[in-house]
């Protein structure tokens, strides 16, 4: 996987992605599909993509007992996408079993989908860490904890913020994958993230990947964000 660029569809229906992606046309990308538009559409909407020849984040983030993680992982691997996740939260068992599950299920002579963990939300701070959820550790101790549980676990890397990698590179290595979302140009409202990024910055940082949703879909011309978001993550002197 090059160090991709990963738009995030988070659209409710398969008209509203098919009138976001014609302005790409004939462009291969790498899509994420959540929760809001796969629980409208299904699986379809995976083999609809993968028809256009786009590869696929399946962003899921599963967190259940291991056996449910592991039969539904087994499903998804029928799929075909390119990469999916679980939360760390669910602990080492529940991450070795998702792996079972997607090795079981992927159709043989395919590739398993690459398994990552999602570490802490971007949209969690470190107060809401202390006062909600009593986590009484800094945010990045969590966070390269939870990214050494993943790696133990057999998984191949993590979701996190562009702003811990250094710590995960230093901690776990280069190979090890982290796909960073949270990304905003200077220009940009926030909205509910919190530990966010430029795409220069998740570039100088070492990222792997970046996962952009809302800076190029909700954009007045997606399709220049994109070019400019692109330009900054590949490091093309604008
Ligand atoms: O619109 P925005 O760029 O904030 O979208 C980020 C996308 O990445 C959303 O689809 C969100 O669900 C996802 N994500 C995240 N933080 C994580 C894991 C996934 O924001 N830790």
């Known amino acids: 996987m090059q160090r991709p660029l990963i738009i995030a569809l988070d659209f409710p229906s398969l008209q509203e992605v098919n009138g976001f992606l014609a302005r790409f046309s004939g462009e291969h990308l790498y899509v994420k599909v959540g929760m809001e538009l796969f629980y409208q559409e299904g699986p379809a909407i995976i083999h609809h993509l ?30 075909g996408v390119d990469l999916t996740n679980v939360h760390c939260a669910g602990g080492t068992n529940m991450m070795e079993a998702a792996l079972e ?82 990304i905003r140009l200077a220009s940009d409202d926030k909205g509910d993230q919190t530990r966010i990024v430029t795409p220069e910055l998740a570039r100088e940082l070492g990222a792997s990947g970046i996962v952009v949703g809302r800076s190029i879909t909700k954009a007045v011309n997606p399709l220049e964000s994109y070019s400019r978001i692109k330009k900054g993550w590949e490091g093309v002197l604008i």
């Open 101 to 182: 599950g997607l090795d079981q299920g992927t159709p043989s002579g395919e590739k398993r989908p690459h398994l990552i963990g999602v570490t802490q939300l971007t949209s969690t701070s470190e107060q809401l860490m202390k006062e909600q959820l009593l986590i009484d550790h800094s945010l990045n101790d969590v966070v390269v904890h939870y990214a050494s549980l993943a790696k133990r676990s057999g998984l191949e890397g993590v979701v996190c913020s562009s702003l811990e990698v250094p710590l995960i590179r230093e901690a776990l290595g280069k190979e090890f994958m982290t796909i960073t979302p949270g």
């Open 50 to 79: 993968k028809e256009q020849g786009h590869s696929i984040f399946l962003d899921l983030k599963l967190h259940d007992i291991p056996n449910t993680v592991k039969s539904a992982m087994k499903g998804l691997a029928k799929l």
